[in-house]
């Protein structure tokens, strides 16, 4: 059974720097890939950032650079920092188990919204 709970989110200016936490109940989370995706008002998941188990992470072109993820295995949580966060960032943040595309399972989401 896979249990994952986001927290974090919440309101933020432009420019402004959230980080977003995701607990895990996972057997052996040590073993696989996890990933960070995003849905906007009225559009699709979107991925965000994935992680390899030994923590070597990969981003998407739109947050390089502002968003860092990792990974403590042996809390069994998984981290992402946003920095310089823009309007367009405005999203319900998702982890979920694999670490590339939209699917495997993910957790409740928690809203993050940036305001200009």
């Known amino acids: 059974e896979v249990q994952l709970v986001e927290s974090g989110g919440g309101l933020v200016q432009s420019g402004g720097s959230l980080r977003l936490s995701c607990a895990a109940s996972?057997?052996?989370?040590?073993?696989?890939?996890m990933k960070w995706i995003r849905q906007a008002p009225g559009k699709g998941l979107e991925w965000v950032s994935g992680?390899?188990?030994?923590?070597?992470?990969f981003y998407a072109d739109a947050v390089k650079g502002r968003f860092t993820t990792s990974r403590d295995n042996a809390r069994q949580t998984l981290y992402l920092q946003m920095d310089s966060l823009k309007t367009e960032d405005t999203a319900v943040y998702y982890c979920?188990?694999?670490?590339?595309?939209?699917?495997?399972?993910r957790g409740q989401g928690t809203q993050v919204t940036v305001s200009s």
């Open positions: 979920a188990t694999e670490i590339a595309g939209t699917g495997g399972e």
């Open positions: 996972i057997a052996n989370f040590a073993l696989p890939g």
């Open positions: 992680i390899t188990s030994s923590g070597k992470a």
